[in-house]
């Protein structure tokens, strides 16, 4: 069975940092897909960042390019994403999805977390 927890969400004031973590189990890290996706009240949930876990290409949304790092490490079967220069509009529901196909890091994932939620104040 597919599990992934997500660590590591709060309170940040604008311009500070988090680290997310998502710990995965119950299947071939290698073999998969990991993004984290975001969703603020009354919006649609989407895809902030994925890493293959073979290759270790990234992708990030515009809207965090420069300010989110995605990276993965396979031995512990987790995945981060540290986010700095944070602002209000990054205020939602981060969750961690794991596929084994490319979904292009859209919010089509087959397993998902219960997500953390991130908070930043103006």
């Known amino acids: 069975e597919v599990q992934l927890v997500e660590s590591g969400g709060g309170l940040v004031q604008a311009g500070g940092s988090l680290r997310l973590s998502c710990a995965a189990s119950?299947?071939?890290?290698?073999?998969?897909?990991i993004g984290w996706f975001r969703q603020a009240p009354g919006k649609e949930r989407e895809g902030v960042s994925c890493?293959?876990?073979?290759?270790?290409?990234?992708y990030y949304a515009d809207s965090v390019k420069g300010r989110f790092t995605i990276s993965s490490d396979n031995a512990k079967n987790t995945v981060y994403l540290q986010m700095t220069s944070l602002k209000p509009e990054d205020t939602a529901i981060y969750y961690c999805?794991?596929?084994?196909?490319?979904?292009?890091?859209?919010?089509?994932?087959?397993?998902w977390g219960q997500g953390t939620q991130v908070t930043v104040s103006s």
């Open positions: 119950g299947f071939t890290f290698d073999d998969y897909t």
């Open positions: 999805a794991a596929d084994p196909m490319d979904r292009l890091c859209l919010p089509t994932f087959g397993s």
């Open positions: 890493i293959s876990s073979s290759d270790g290409s990234t």
